[in-house]
């Protein structure tokens, strides 16, 4: 049974910081994974979708990378702003069975001005 | 032009009552999925139609129940309202294995 956990489960940094935010997944045989953002009381904002041939992806400040093997992802967030303060959720989905994500608990990450 | 709509953003009723939550996505997805958002913020998979048909249904009480007219629209039914029901609500849509999601708004639902 796939089980994805993220860590840390908040984080407060001040602006500018660069800073990683990680996902593990129990079962390394996974189509993609999907990197996504939540805004207090708002829906989920899709960020990064790396697949599972891909070693990274990036978009902006955001960059994804992927170590299927270790069943690890990290999100890289460069020179932090207030704006970046959200929710950000990790989902893998697998190669067995019907294709859906499983999400993980997600980081509430707070970007102190 | 909201690609995965959900209706309505909000929903207050008492426990017992019936009500459903409609969804719609203009995208030309085959694939569209319920979520359910608890109060710990975790995200899980309650089911997902491809085409009109139903694929996954996760363990969920038989009160709720999702419909699905056509590939562009999925909705949820729940019956007889429980306290517990109270959450969150998305739906999203795919283009299937290999591809992303695309979320709705959510909906939010409490039950009293």
């Known amino acids: 049974k796939q089980e994805v956990t993220q860590i840390p489960a908040a984080l407060s940094v001040p602006e500018g910081e660069n800073l990683v935010l990680n996902c593990s997944f129990t079962d390394s045989a996974i189509y993609n994974l999907q990197w996504f953002r939540q805004d207090p009381g708002k829906g989920l904002t899709s960020l990064l979708l790396?697949?599972?041939?891909?070693r990274e992806q990036t978009s902006g400040r955001l960059n994804a990378s992927l170590d299927k093997s270790s069943g690890r992802s990290t999100l890289y967030i460069a020179a932090s702003q207030p704006g970046d303060s959200a929710t950000y959720l990790c989902a893998v989905s697998r190669t067995s069975g019907t294709y859906k994500y499983i999400f993980g608990t997600g980081t509430r990450l707070k970007v102190l001005a | 032009d909201t690609a995965v709509s959900q209706t309505p953003k909000y929903l207050v009723t008492q426990m017992g009552n019936d009500k459903s939550i409609k969804c719609e996505q203009n995208?030309?997805?085959?694939?569209m999925y319920w979520y359910k958002q608890d109060s710990k913020k975790f995200l899980k998979i309650m089911f997902s139609?491809?085409?009109?048909?139903?694929?996954i249904n996760e363990t969920v009480p038989n009160r709720f129940s999702p419909k699905s007219p056509d590939k562009a629209h999925l909705n949820l039914h729940i019956n007889s309202l429980e306290l517990g029901d109270s959450a969150v609500y998305f739906c999203?849509?795919?283009?299937?294995?290999?591809?992303?999601?695309?979320f709705g708004s959510g909906t939010r639902l409490t039950v009293v």
């Open positions: 999203a849509s795919g283009q299937g294995a290999g591809y992303g999601y695309t």
């Open positions: 139609y491809n085409n009109k048909e139903l694929i």
């Open positions: 995208l030309g997805h085959d694939t």
């Open positions: 790396i697949q599972s041939s891909q």
